[in-house]
């Protein structure tokens, strides 16, 4: 079923949420772009073998 | 941590954290504050990538621990005057990055950016509604888990981070797709929405052009000429440069591009794209002949121009596949072509004062300047390096040298898979180098950000007897360099006076992508350029057909190059 939360975007203002590199937080602050920045970290990483055990495993 | 290592009067310590993430930009700005200290010589906070071990083991610090560390570990890497210095220094880095480490206390915003209103993502989808596109720069591995969260919440996207499979971006924009969702990338670092650049873009004027790209420097390119020009883009797609590969089958250029067609206040679609799949390419045009109702302008670089024998002529011939109906439809060669082609439809329109003076350089001009450097270097100075930060600048140039028969030509991003250069590190005869391509940009910032790799390579390329041309692009705008020129000059300067010691004339070409009101000075940069006794050409046709011109072994038919890569447009009726 098609998602019924599409949101407008060409001829709409825009509101961005930026995810990553605080550069492009401020980037769009300075054109007055309204922005809200996601303190973002990346989840547990797992080693090649714990990967390759789970890999077995599942 | 080792002991410190006095070598030649200096001392340097190298650390390795094992397990330690920092994104690449936030380890960026660290190394340079670090370097600002009094007595620290070199700083250099990177994650333990093969790239970036190699850049450390070229800036003199020591094999042992470097080569030990793995992409997941971060390695601090401090050069000092004296002892006390660098064993006072490595405490006040560890104190920051705990400061900012995961699970840790913020006692310092590394990067001094006003992002107060810092919040965890499922708060802000649950309470922010009016949210509607998402700018994502996450290490590539992270990306699809977040991108289907924010497709369910309808959320657009534009995705800069690299790294991520096409297998996952093909899931990405089919679901997507299902949900009504614009998905622009991944590896797309430019757009303009309304007149706003969204990641790297500049400050131009809005105006009745959208452009869509899956070559995101031939986007700023196109947008910042027309600026010039005195025509404005009101909407800039960046799709990403995989889009258009068969594997993703134009997915999301076809929906960008439908989006456009809706749009009211747009007179003219500039597409602008890497080498598309032929199928691709086609149900573009296909498209846009039967059921487009804008004027449109089309630049597939290296689309029309792919193989090492292809000369002038066939690049010519091979752009006239056009429908019949199609003479609303008009295919460029270079970047450059294209913003003639818009500024043309628009001059007919009659609805704005444009000039495409600004960014000429007429024939007679371009000779001379080409004929005074032929005649200062030595015999042995037969090849160009190109060393571009814009890989769509890459692509343009290998059209434009593989059309005026610039031979042998490599690079690490080939129009033609028998020119790959063995070694992306390693220039040979005439080599043009796209610094941005992944090699030189896991675990690091891009170079459209962080110099380092280029201002070492710039150095190297420069001590090279038979190397007689550089060619350069510097691009501004928000997300860049705060000073692209600036943080190279001095490498230029030194390129330039290690040629003269050495009784040569070195040439250095460039162009400045960027506009007026970019925050950086576009003609500040200019000048600085020029001081150097760089020649700067406007566009990068003009850079890459000056520096064809100056290793030519024969002179080269300028009328020739000129209608080919600076007007050459095709209309549809010529079928």
Sequence with gaps: MPNTKKKLLLNSDLRVINIGMNIFYDALKVQNVKVIQVDWKPGPVLDKLSEEILSKIM | MGKPIPSADTYHNVLVKHNYYRDSLELLRLSDEIKRYPGIMEASLVMGTKTNKEILIKLGFPTDHIAKAESSDMIIAIRAKDEALLLSTIPKIEAILRGTGTGGEQTQDLDHSSTNDRHDLESILSSDKEINIALISVPGEHVKGLSFKLIDEGIHQ????????????????????????????????????????????????????????????????????????????????????????????????????????????????????????????????????????????????????????????????????????????????????????????????????????????????????????RKRLRNEQKYLRALYTGGTFAYESQVILNGLAIRPLYSNAPLNKAQLLREAT??????????????????????????????????????????????????????????????????????????????????????????????????????????????????????????????????????????????????????
Excluded: W
């Excluded at chain 2, 990405?172 to 007149?195: C, D, E, Q």
């Excluded at chain 2, 600004?358 to 371009?366: A, F, G, S, T």
């Excluded at chain 2, 003269?500 to 070409?509: N, P």
């Excluded at chain 2, 190059?561 to 447009?569: D, H, L």
């Design chain 2, 426 to 575: 390693r220039s040979f005869k005439n080599s043009v180098i796209d610094l941005g391509e992944e090699e030189f940009t896991k675990g690091r910032a891009h170079p459209m950000i962080d110099p380092t790799i280029r201002k070492l390579r710039i150095n190297e390329e420069a001590s090279y007897d038979d190397v007689a041309v550089i060619v350069l692009d510097f691009v501004l705008g928000y997300g860049s360099n705060p000073d692209p020129v600036g943080s190279v000059i001095d490498e230029i300067r030194n390129a330039k006076l290690l040629a003269s010691e050495a009784k040569r004339h070195l040439s250095v070409l460039a162009h400045v992508c960027g506009t007026r009101r970019d925050p950086q000075g576009y003609d500040r940069s200019l000048t600085i350029l020029k001081d150097a006794g760089v020649l700067v050409l406007p566009t990068n046709a003009f850079a890459a057909i000056a520096a064809a011109g100056i290793v030519a072994k024969r002179p080269l038919d300028f009328r020739e190059a000129y209608s080919v890569f600076i007007e050459g447009t095709h209309q549809g009726e010529l079928t």
């Design chain 2, 158 to 373: 534009q995705i800069f981070s690299d790294h991520v499979t096409m297998d996952d971006e093909l899931e990405i924009k089919r679901y997507a797709l299902k949900n009504r969702v614009l998905i622009l990338g991944p590896g797309a670092g430019t757009s303009i929405i309304n007149g706003k650049g969204i990641g790297f873009s500049n400050a131009v004027t809005t105006g009745s052009v959208a452009i869509v790209a899956a070559a995101g420097t031939g986007l700023q390119e196109v947008s910042t000429l027309l600026d010039h020009c005195g025509i404005g883009v009101r909407h800039g797609l960046g799709v990403g440069g995989n889009d258009p590969k068969e594997k993703i089958g134009g997915l999301m250029m076809s929906e960008a591009f439908k989006m456009l067609e809706e749009c009211e206040d747009i007179d003219v679609i500039n597409i602008v794209s890497k080498p598309p799949a032929a199928s691709v390419k086609q149900n573009i045009i296909d498209h846009a002949a039967k059921y487009g109702k804008k004027k449109y302008v089309m630049t597939f670089i290296g689309g029309n121009a792919s193989t090492e024998n292809t000369k002038v002529k066939k690049v010519r011939s091979s752009t006239r596949r056009l429908p019949r109906h199609s003479n609303k439809i008009i295919i460029a060669n270079t970047l450059t072509s294209s913003v003639f082609a818009t500024a043309k439809h628009i001059a007919n329109l009659n609805k704005s004062e444009s000039s495409t003076d600004p960014i000429y350089v007429k024939i007679e001009d371009l000779q001379r300047i080409v004929m005074a450097e």
